[in-house]
């Protein structure tokens, strides 16, 4: 069950280098698309910080710039990398767009475009047998300071089946 594209933005990326499972984009996705300020804020800004060194290796990302004329009036109403990654997805065909922040997730659903979070992911990753727990991950990305709403991870494991 491969999905076409996913435009992911930096948290996503970053929260699945913490869990070193990374490459559960590829396996659930044909094409992951990178628009260049996320691989500036992870690769090159972020140097040095969880994420960066993991993210900088990987063959099979695609850094691509969206179109100048759908991103402006996103930039007034998220940050420039979220921004980027909902134009990116806006004028990608069958694209999904990978983000976590709550407010680009709203602006997301305005357009009308397909999206997911890290969460997300790893729940389609053990719906699809690639993982086998999602509490393990869950619990180490808070531990590293990845803060996820208490109700979305209990709704979240639920559904996998983790909790009662």
């Given at each position: 069950m491969i999905n076409s594209v996913i435009v992911a933005d930096s948290s996503p990326l970053i929260s699945l280098a913490i869990i070193?499972?990374?490459?559960l984009l590829p396996q659930l996705y044909q094409r992951i698309l990178v628009p260049t300020a996320v691989w500036d804020e992870v690769t090159i800004q972020g140097i040095g910080?969880?994420?960066a060194q993991a993210v900088s290796q990987l063959t099979w990302l695609e850094i691509q710039a969206p179109e100048a004329l759908i991103l402006e009036p996103l930039s007034i109403l998220v940050d420039r990398g979220?921004?980027?990654a909902i134009a990116l997805a806006q004028s990608t065909p069958d694209s999904t767009v990978l983000l976590d922040d709550a407010q680009a997730r709203r602006v997301a659903e305005r357009l009308g475009i397909r999206r997911i979070g890290t969460?997300?992911?790893l729940r389609k990753a053990k719906k699809a047998g690639l993982i086998v727990e999602l509490k393990v991950y869950i619990?180490?990305?808070r531990t590293?300071?990845?803060y996820?709403?208490?109700s979305l991870i209990d709704a979240v494991l639920r559904d996998v089946g983790e909790i009662d």
């Open positions: 070193a499972h990374l490459e910080l969880p994420g979220e921004a980027e969460l997300g992911i619990e180490q990305l590293n300071g990845i996820i709403r208490p």
